[in-house]
């Protein structure tokens, strides 16, 4: 347990936390929307600080980032809780354990112990991941600190409903992001995400503005956010406000791996190719189609002359690429190589 970092004391022993977008009022005794923070004796307190619930080796192309050190394999890690209560939510065993049982569970780790493990493992990146890694920001600092000190890549696979101040906290130590884009409709993301568009739409401009690598990913719903009108929206935004060289993803859903959702159909994939070929045709340079293990929409094609120059099965990668430029035309791929 550690005392929370963003949060101000007010009157009759409450708090208000400013970690995220939900900026909770949390009276004596009570916990935060993530469950993970939690007001005693007029002071916030992380409960999460030094417990992890997963970890393990992935390969980058899981986060999914497919534009920064292509190949390599990133040591990730993930406490309980999350700010958000997705009903399509794969991780809620841990995602919502706060909520649901109360119990904070975890295994010891020092920020210094995850930085030791990332070495030995030969890992060139730490990913917060599995889990909103905005809710355990003061353990995600502390370890990206002393990473950055050794040499590692900092990432984080985020919801992106972190608070500007949060935001500002780790953006001197972040080398690349994914934040999923889940809706371009704020009743979307009320009914079915427990969150707002807006602070999302703010923070993915500020981050591409700080020069941090940005990937987006929107996991297409039927029926939640499945309309070409909709996609073609968050398509449009991509290349607006974020840039063409942005890459997105696009991902099937599986209702079975679900939280809440095991009674919707998974998505068509014709819908997911179709979706591609809309941020296609709008102009974005990387449209990648996700778990759809038999098809082409994974590969990196050279946007000025189509030419394959990654190409990736799973996660097994094949590069043709000449250090980030097209192997036949020369033109640049967007990729952060070191």
């Known amino acids: 347990m550690k005392e929370a970092l963003l949060y101000r004391k007010l009157k009759n022993n409450k708090v208000r936390c400013y970690l995220c977008s939900h900026q909770c009022l949390i009276n004596l005794g009570k916990r935060g929307i993530c469950g993970v923070r939690e007001n005693r004796r007029g002071k916030l307190y992380t409960l999460v600080y030094g417990k992890v619930i997963a970890f393990g080796v992935d390969p980058i192309e899981k986060k999914p980032l497919f534009h920064f050190l292509p190949g390599s394999l990133a040591y990730s890690l993930a406490t309980v809780g999350c700010n958000f209560r ?3 939510c794969q991780n809620w065993q841990i995602s919502q354990a706060p909520r649901l049982s109360k119990r904070i569970q975890g295994f010891k780790f ?16 730490i990913a917060y991941t599995y889990t909103e890694p905005t809710i355990f920001l003061e353990y995600a600092l502390d370890i990206m600190k002393i990473a950055k000190k050794k040499g590692l890549k ?5 919801n992106g409903f972190m608070s500007s101040k949060a935001l500002e906290l780790i953006s001197p130590y972040l080398d690349a992001i994914n934040i999923d884009l889940k809706s371009f409709k704020d009743k979307t993301y009320q009914k079915y995400f427990g969150g707002r568009l807006e602070p999302v739409l703010k923070n993915l401009k500020e981050i591409k503005e700080k020069g941090i690598w940005l990937e987006v990913t929107t996991l297409i719903i039927p029926g939640v956010n499945d309309q070409e009108e909709e996609i073609r929206q968050i398509a449009l935004f991509i290349k607006k406000e974020l840039g063409r060289e942005t890459p997105w993803h696009i991902s099937k859903f599986s209702p079975e791996i679900s939280w809440q959702m095991q009674s919707y159909s998974p998505t068509p994939k014709e819908t997911i190719q179709k979706a591609r070929e809309i941020g296609l045709e709008i102009g974005l340079k990387y449209v990648y ?3 759809l293990w038999d098809d082409l929409g994974e590969n990196t094609y050279c946007p000025k002359c189509g030419e394959l120059n990654i190409e990736r099965k ?7 690429d000449k250090q980030g430029k097209c192997w036949k035309c020369g033109e640049d791929l967007d990729l952060i190589l070191e």
């Open 86 to 88: 997705c009903q399509n």
């Open 314 to 320: 799973g996660y097994i990668i094949r590069r043709f």
């Open 110 to 125: 020092s920020p210094s112990e995850i930085v030791e493990e990332t070495l030995k493992n030969r890992c060139q990146s």
């Open 154 to 158: 900092n990432v984080w696979v985020s």
């Open 289 to 291: 189609s996700g778990n």
